[in-house]
């Protein structure tokens, strides 16, 4: 990974990342001394989501007028600002809830289009050959922030304070800010001309979707697995430690923990066994999906504490390894000017999915038991597995069209 663009990106993001992960930690910690309010506290990442999502929802519009990168620097130079102003009302006053959560909604609507942006950008800015690499870097850097990030910032908040925290976020966000400066795009224009009708703009992302036979297919997997993927997620965790393994909420952390050492492993592997991947692709797309399906139903029936913890930490290997596989598939068969609003549906269809899922999990486990959550979920994957199967075609011949055209070159 010799291009400096690609560096500029992947360490910008992290910065911007790891920045998002302590403002959120730090303004927790204010906000609950002040109001001593769970209620108040869930709104949080609530309004956060709302943001995400409306801000995903509507990016086509953005991407058909404006440079992925002029969009990317507009997103960090904004939230910059924004969080200064946010950052310097909270250390003057004990915070408004109104204003504050304002805040936290245009922060996140002014990131809701940086992802999508920035992972349509990286096939410009490295090579077809580096392109598992590149998402492999992409994924290992988010996970050991997710990993780390959290932890580091509860150390700050507990060492430093709250305010302390948030100053440290913007000095991560102004070096985010400089480094998306640094990028030089090759395809430095817009995707469309904007002149388009906002609806038919709008559709953009849909139509390229629907139209593709592997972008449909891949996208029938990722609602699929939107879906089941809900069970690992705190509430659900918390639970089964409570009621199957009959464990101290410790363990709720620990069975976190291990699962995202296990995304990062799996990340790890990818980056190092490229060459490798990008020949089996689709043999390790589809193996990768079997092995999530069973691990979850075996986690599910399992009642022995250090079994789930080794269980959680091979279905992160796993999901890693599947979601770079079709990140992969994604980059190199779409053109530059329909990714970002393929990843700005694809981000809306995810986030409005994985949040009625939420719900529909929460009272299921409530209603028949965790463990019937675990065993629907891991039903799920596997019809994901099954149709993957049923559909090899659409990816054989995706990578046969790919390596001809290398030959060609």
């Given at each position: 990974m010799k291009s400096v663009s690609f560096r500029s990106l992947w360490i910008g993001q992290a910065f911007a990342n790891l920045g998002d992960v302590f403002y959120i930690v730090g303004m927790?910690?204010?906000?609950?001394?002040?109001?001593?309010?769970?209620f108040f506290l869930a709104l949080l990442p609530f309004i956060n989501?709302?943001?995400?999502?409306?801000s995903g929802y509507l990016s086509p519009l953005l991407f058909d007028k404006y440079r992925l990168k002029s969009l990317l620097c507009f997103s960090q130079i904004s939230k910059t600002v924004v969080f200064f102003g946010l950052a310097l009302w909270l250390t003057w006053t004990d915070g408004v809830f109104s204003f504050v959560l304002f805040g936290v909604f245009l922060l996140a609507f002014l990131d809701g289009w940086a992802d999508p942006a920035s992972r349509a950008m990286l096939p410009r800015l490295v090579g077809k050959e580096e392109i598992v690499r590149a998402n492999s870097l992409f994924s290992v850097v988010s996970q050991v922030i997710q990993l780390g990030g959290w932890a580091l910032g509860g150390v700050l908040v507990a060492w430093l304070g709250g305010?302390?925290?948030?100053?440290?976020?913007?000095?991560?966000?102004?070096?985010?800010?400089?480094?998306m400066l640094l990028i030089r795009d090759r395809t430095n224009v817009a995707v469309g001309t904007g002149e388009a009708p906002a609806a038919s703009v709008l559709k953009r992302g849909w139509q390229a979707i629907w139209q593709t036979p592997v972008f449909r297919s891949i996208h029938i997997v990722l609602f699929l697995e939107s879906m089941a993927n809900v069970v690992w997620i705190?509430?659900?965790?918390?639970?089964?430690?409570?009621?199957?393994?009959?464990?101290?909420?410790a363990w709720w952390g620990y069975i976190n923990t291990t699962f995202f050492i296990g995304l990062l492993l799996g990340g790890l592997l990818t980056a190092v066994y490229a060459r490798l991947m990008e020949r089996h692709l689709f043999r390790l797309l589809l193996w990768s999906a079997i092995a999530v399906s069973i691990f979850t139903v075996v986690f599910g029936l399992n009642r022995a504490a250090i079994m789930a913890l080794v269980l959680s930490v091979l279905?992160?290997?796993?999901?890693?390894?599947?979601?770079?596989?079709?990140?992969?598939?994604?980059?190199?068969?779409?053109?530059?000017?329909?990714?970002?609003?393929?990843?700005?549906?694809?981000?809306a269809l995810t986030s409005l999915t994985f949040g009625?899922?939420?719900?529909?999990?929460?009272?299921?486990?409530?209603?028949?038991?965790?463990?019937?959550?675990f065993l629907l979920a891991g039903g799920l994957l596997a019809a994901s597995a099954g149709y993957l199967f049923f559909m090899r075609g659409r990816f054989l011949v995706t990578l046969k069209s790919e390596h001809k055209e290398e030959k060609t070159v």
């Open positions: 927790i910690s204010m906000m609950y001394s002040v109001s001593q309010s769970a989501t709302v943001g995400r999502f409306a305010r302390s925290v948030l100053w440290i976020t913007f000095l991560l966000f102004v070096v985010a800010s400089g480094l705190a509430a659900i965790i918390y639970v089964f430690v409570s009621e199957v393994l009959d464990k101290s909420e279905f992160g290997i796993c999901e890693q390894i599947k979601s770079i596989a079709m990140e992969t598939y994604l980059q190199k068969k779409a053109e530059p000017e329909d990714l970002p609003n393929i990843y700005g549906a694809q981000g009625i899922a939420s719900l529909t999990m929460g009272a299921l486990a409530e209603a028949f038991g965790v463990q019937s959550v």
